[in-house]
């Protein structure tokens, strides 16, 4: 299995409130993603790094941000969560070999804002 | 509209029963793979196909890539209890870096 962590594993918050979540990779992977998951919608891609400080905005990116320091980590913030944040959030790494694009995902986090 | 259709969205069969479930699209793409995730899991790859035309197999798995590239398909022979997951196409956008999924096909094996 791919070393992908992300944390919190669960949490709840309130509407207005900050919230970063945390994926951790050991494997040096060049590429990593936030996707969002939710009923009738599939994996939605909020945002994703192509390098250290190199991002770039996928397709619900809307009220979020994402930071990469270090190759291993990817934050993922959501700057004032709303109810319609309320979903599952995966984690996925890539290495991105010839034609391929195949992804490693973590195990996700489910953030409930109330 | 979907860029990945998926068919059936939902599927429950009887343990030992074959099965087909497709991914559709409008668009060519240079690659294409197959996921299956478990409740509370984050999907996990299957196999990628890249050929047109491809056929891969992983035990009672067996994966198609259409000739022009624009649809695949999934047959399980004589499904078990194990198979019961939600199983998820996706592929690179033409022009994209990234990945585009279908909304999946939901599998449930009774015993």
């Known amino acids: 299995d791919a070393g992908i962590t992300q944390s919190p594993r669960h949490k709840v918050t309130e509407t207005g409130t900050p919230v970063t979540l945390r994926c951790h990779q050991t494997?040096?992977?060049?590429?990593m993603y936030w996707y969002r998951q939710d009923p009738g919608h599939g994996l939605r891609l909020i945002h994703y790094s192509y390098g250290v400080k190199d991002t770039d905005k996928g397709e619900v990116s809307d009220g979020y941000s994402v930071s990469r320091s270090k190759t291993e980590d990817f934050l993922l913030t959501l700057e004032s969560a709303t109810s319609s944040q309320t979903s599952v959030y995966f984690c996925?790494?890539?290495?991105?070999?010839?034609?391929?694009?195949?992804?490693?995902f973590g195990p996700g986090t489910r953030l409930t804002v109330t | 509209t979907q860029l990945l259709e998926q068919s059936p969205q939902f599927l429950s069969i009887q343990e030992g029963e074959n099965l087909t479930v497709y991914c559709n699209s409008s668009?060519?793409?240079?690659?294409l793979q197959w996921y299956r995730q478990e409740p509370g899991e984050g999907p996990v790859l299957l196999v990628t196909v890249v050929t047109g035309g491809e056929v891969k197999k992983l035990k009672r798995l067996t994966f198609q890539f259409g000739d022009a590239r624009k649809d695949s398909s999934l047959h399980i022979t004589a499904a078990q209890t194990g198979d019961t997951g939600l199983y998820l196409c996706a592929g690179p956008p033409p022009g994209a870096n990234n990945l585009f999924f279908g909304t999946g096909t939901r599998l449930t094996v009774i015993p």
């Open positions: 996925a790494i890539s290495e991105r070999a010839g034609l391929s694009y195949e992804q490693y």
């Open positions: 494997e040096n992977h060049r590429y």
């Open positions: 668009s060519v793409f240079s690659s």
